[in-house]
């Protein structure tokens, strides 16, 4: 099973700041899915990344998929409070016949007003 | 509902029950997984569903954890003899079968289990 690493796994930050939180791995995956968490919900889908090299926006989040699809790296954009919450990424890789997707510990993010 | 659902939402049992979660995936969605959420631990990979087949379960903590899933939809995971150890957050999450990129992981809201 592949590891992610994510850091930093805490963060508190005033309204209006600007944010990177990282991911990396020592080997690669076909694509990396990073995922919000509220309390007492699961995950849910931000954005996927497949191609090394590549960024795609959200909003006031960009997302980065390292060149050699190893690591990546979310960008918040003066940060909102509704943007607190827990930020995972995950790897996925094709095992078996079915995509494996191997989560990192996440980054708990909050945005005080 | 259209997304996946989980019951009971809460559980608190006392050590050397047995238990049992429940998991109700997205329509159509053939591929199940659970995971289990600990604090400070991540999402832990438990086991791998296609259809009422489980290719991979080896996430499985001990023999004590089995899961099973019939008509390719509903899944139980079972927890025998629990301990303090298993408590946690149990996530279900189902997606469509292919490979690739666009088949993300829909997630239900988690049972979060207490052993006392």
């Known amino acids: 099973t592949q590891l992610l690493e994510q850091s930093p796994q805490f963060l508190s930050i005033q309204e209006g700041e600007n944010l990177t939180v990282y991911c990396n791995s020592s080997?690669?995956?076909?694509?990396l899915q990073w995922y919000r968490q509220e309390p007492g919900e699961g995950p849910v889908l931000l954005v996927t990344?497949?191609?090394?090299?590549e960024v795609k926006k959200l909003k006031r989040l960009t997302f980065q998929f390292g060149d050699a699809r190893k690591d990546s790296s979310l960008h918040i954009t003066a940060a909102q409070p509704g943007d607190t919450g827990l930020y995972l990424c995950?790897?996925?890789?094709?095992?078996?016949?079915?995509?494996?997707?191997?989560f990192g510990i996440g980054t708990k993010l909050q945005v005080i007003p | 509902g259209a997304g996946v659902s989980q019951s009971p939402s809460n559980k608190v049992t006392e050590k050397g029950k047995d238990v049992e979660l429940r998991c109700d995936p997205i329509?159509?969605?053939?591929?199940l997984y659970w995971y289990r959420q600990s604090l400070g631990q991540g999402l832990e990979f438990l086991i791998y569903?296609?259809?009422?087949?489980?290719?991979?379960k080896s996430g499985l903590p001990s023999d004590r954890f089995s899961a099973e899933r019939t008509g390719g939809s509903v899944s139980t995971l079972t927890i025998q003899r629990t301990q303090q150890e298993d408590s946690a957050v149990y996530l279900c999450?189902?997606?469509?079968?292919?490979?690739?990129?666009?088949?993300?992981?829909?997630f239900g809201n988690g049972t979060r289990l207490t052993v006392t």
């Open positions: 999450a189902s997606s469509l079968v292919r490979q690739g990129p666009d088949s993300p992981l829909h």
């Open positions: 329509s159509g969605h053939t591929a």
């Open positions: 990344v497949v191609t090394g090299g």
């Open positions: 569903f296609q259809g009422n087949s489980a290719p991979d």
């Open positions: 995950a790897g996925a890789e094709n095992s078996g016949g079915y995509q494996k997707v191997t």
């Open positions: 080997s690669v995956f076909s694509s």
